[in-house]
């Protein structure tokens, strides 16, 4: 497949050879690669198929336009908000007023991350994983253990646990998100 | 068993290939790929968000399609602008407008030379 064959040249090249070049050609392989997602994305939100493929088009066409304008950085992230911002416009215009929670879902940005490398400096954040990892509530202790250490599937801890893999999801994110907040408060104390 | 207490801090948001995601999505994976790619999926944030809306499609077959079909499209798409940016610089030829200058000139000239000859036989 076309897309196959410039497997390796990462988006940042791809991005260059377009903005060097304007050769239409880089921008259609960096945006095929992304179709996918971007479908998935859109289906998400507008839970409609034929509105999700609309979408992924649209989509493409402002990628198309904006990126003749000004230089994208980090491609990814960039299209990944382009498409979530189209799909919150949508459901403005369908519902007139998002409710708050999806908007707030939508709009939200990534935590900052973290420095988990300088985290790992410090031999003794080992020893408070352990020790945090104890403090989580008893659901999300099970499944982060099951998940990351004893390296088992959703579907694996979902079987094991009676749990249905949208909690076992929801009690690795959140444990993880907690193991996280723990350690960071226990190094601060420390210090 | 330390490695894999890193792994709960790490946060690289890590790609997937499309065509892994796929097989995920048609349960063809094993176990332990299966755990790799959830892995992967809670470092980024981008193909979970991706997974839980073409986990709503009703066909999954269908998805194969879908995105081919869109692939097509943005190829087609592309390629309208190209050839029209090439017409376009075609057009902004500067020998292109020399000839027509060139050619409305003798005309021009042909014009006279043809009128006096007439009047001054």
């Known amino acids: 497949m076309k897309v196959e064959k ?18 239409s050609k880089w921008l259609g392989i960096l945006l095929e690669r992304y179709t996918l997602l971007l479908l998935g994305v859109c289906m998400k939100y507008l839970k409609n198929e034929e509105e999700a493929k609309d979408s992924v088009q649209q989509i493409f066409l402002k990628a198309i ?5 000004y230089k994208v950085e980090f491609f990814k992230s960039w299209i990944y908000m382009v498409a ?26 990534a935590d900052p991350e973290t420095d988990t490398a300088a985290l790992w400096k410090n031999d003794k954040t080992l020893d408070l994983m352990n020790e945090s990892l104890k403090e989580l509530n008893p659901e999300q202790q099970q499944c982060v253990t099951l998940f990351y250490l004893e390296k088992k599937s959703y579907l694996e801890i979902s079987d094991q646990t009676g749990y249905s893999l949208l909690q076992v999801k929801s009690y690795i994110q959140n444990g993880k998100r907690n193991l996280k907040i723990l350690i960071e408060k226990k190094i601060k104390d420390r210090v | 068993m330390a490695d894999n207490l890193k792994d709960i801090l790490s946060n690289l948001s890590p790609d997937i290939d499309q065509e892994t995601l796929m097989l995920y999505l048609q349960n063809k994976l094993s176990e332990e790929k299966r755990h790799e ?45 190209k050839q029209r940016r090439e017409k376009l610089r075609i057009k902004e030829q500067p020998w292109l407008y020399i000839s027509v200058l060139i050619i409305l000139m003798l005309i021009i000239i042909g014009y006279i030379l043809v009128r006096r000859m007439l009047l001054h036989p």
């Not at chain 1, 410039?6 to 050769?23: A, C, K, M, R, V």
């Not at chain 1, 519902?95 to 999806?102: D, F, S, V, Y």
């Not at chain 2, 790619?37 to 399609?65: H, M, R, S, Y």
């Open chain 1, 65 to 69: 336009t904006e990126l003749k304008k």
């Open chain 1, 84 to 109: 979530k911002n189209h799909c919150l416009m949508k459901l403005r215009d369908r519902q007139g007023k998002l409710p708050a929670e999806l908007n707030d879902k939508l709009t939200a940005t």
């Open chain 2, 37 to 81: 790619v959830e892995k992967t999926l809670l470092d980024n944030e981008f193909a979970d968000d991706a997974l839980e809306g073409l986990q709503q499609f009703n066909d999954k077959k269908q998805i194969n399609f879908l995105v081919e079909q869109l692939n097509t499209d943005l190829r087609r798409k592309l390629e309208k602008k």
């Open chain 1, 6 to 23: 410039y497997s390796h040249i990462t988006d940042q090249e791809l991005l260059e050879y377009y903005y060097t070049g304007h050769d």
